[in-house]
């Protein structure tokens, strides 16, 4: 009869201990996470003139997955964008059209010779969405403006005569003269003595002049053509965001930047909030759980071993 109580205790042992393993196997598996798709980047960017519309153009593959392109709300410039659309656009297999583009460089002459020295006969140019070709000058289109004015100063002087005076006396003599538009001050008489007795003065006079001259000019020109490119299985998405002015937050002081909701982790001053001993990682729950099995097994062995011992 003893030697059948132990063996029942022992299989019951046995049997917890292997629902306990079991049990702590379970808790400890953690679900696998979803793969997330690899990021997207845009082959070209527009933005509207007033800033109340980016878009963004993908050109993607059949191996890639537009879940990657980004949808999240983004700020700038003082402006809070917000995805309101994404389209999709079958690419053809060759995507050409017309294409003007404008450009300016500086001149030191406007000598039309000079200018058209500048400007080669074509060009090649890449648009913002990538389409490559070959453009020519349009010569109805090129023209030069000032593109600014500078000013110089230099002396200017004169001299006059004054003769037949009684005596030398400067109060005979004008103490300022107009010569050529310019105003000139007296600045030295020369006294020199007639045969009657008279005198003639020859007086000196100096000024400033100031001129205006062309600092340079600007020279634009269109260029026009066709471009384009060969798309090998691309698929566009364009995605549009619609953007919102952003004002300025009426509570905050001029020239204070600082956020009170951000504090220093380092700073000892700084009170921390308690900490839940429920918030647990799950890794730390995983790790608790085969340890509190072994001990509801050496409990549980226990007791059966008393429990043997005074059926003896």
């Not at 196997?25 to 845009?42: G, I, L, R, T, V």
């Not at 003269?177 to 030295?188: K, P």
């Amino acid at each position: 009869m003893k030697q059948k109580t132990i063996t029942h205790a022992a299989r019951l042992l046995c049997v917890l201990a292997l629902a306990m393993t079991m049990t702590t196997a379970a808790f400890a598996a953690d679900p696998p996470e979803p793969a997330q798709p690899s990021p997207c980047y845009p082959t070209a960017v527009t933005r509207s003139e007033d800033g109340g519309e980016i878009r963004k153009m993908y050109d993607l593959g059949p191996e890639d997955d537009p879940a990657g392109i980004p949808r999240s709300d983004f700020e700038q410039e003082g402006y809070h964008y917000t995805l309101t659309d994404l389209l999709k656009q079958e690419l053809p297999a060759n995507e050409s059209r017309q294409h003007t583009e404008t450009v300016s460089v500086p001149s030191q002459s406007k000598d039309m010779g000079a200018v058209l020295a500048l400007l080669p006969q074509t060009k090649e140019f890449i648009t913002e969405d990538g389409l490559a070709g070959t453009l020519a000058l349009k010569l109805d289109t090129v023209k030069v403006e000032v593109a600014g004015y500078g000013s110089s100063t230099k002396s200017v002087t004169a001299t006059r005569t004054y003769p037949g005076l009684a005596n030398q006396d400067t109060q005979y003599i004008p103490k300022s003269i107009s010569d050529n538009g310019h105003s000139l001050t007296l600045q030295t008489v020369n006294w020199q003595t007639e045969g009657d007795g008279h005198f003639t003065a020859v007086a000196s006079y100096s000024g400033s002049a100031t001129s205006s001259y062309v600092k340079g000019y600007t020279v634009t020109a269109d260029y026009a053509g066709t471009v384009s490119r060969i798309n090998l299985n691309k698929i566009r998405y364009v995605a549009i965001f619609e953007g919102t002015a952003l004002e300025p937050d009426p509570t905050e002081e001029p020239g204070d930047t600082t956020d009170p909701s951000l504090t220093d982790p380092a700073d000892p001053t700084v009170p921390t909030e308690p900490t839940d001993p429920t918030d647990a990682p799950t890794g730390e729950k995983n790790n608790v759980l085969p340890v509190v099995a072994v001990v509801v097994v050496v409990l549980l062995g226990g007791g059966a071993f008393y429990f043997i011992k005074r059926r003896r």
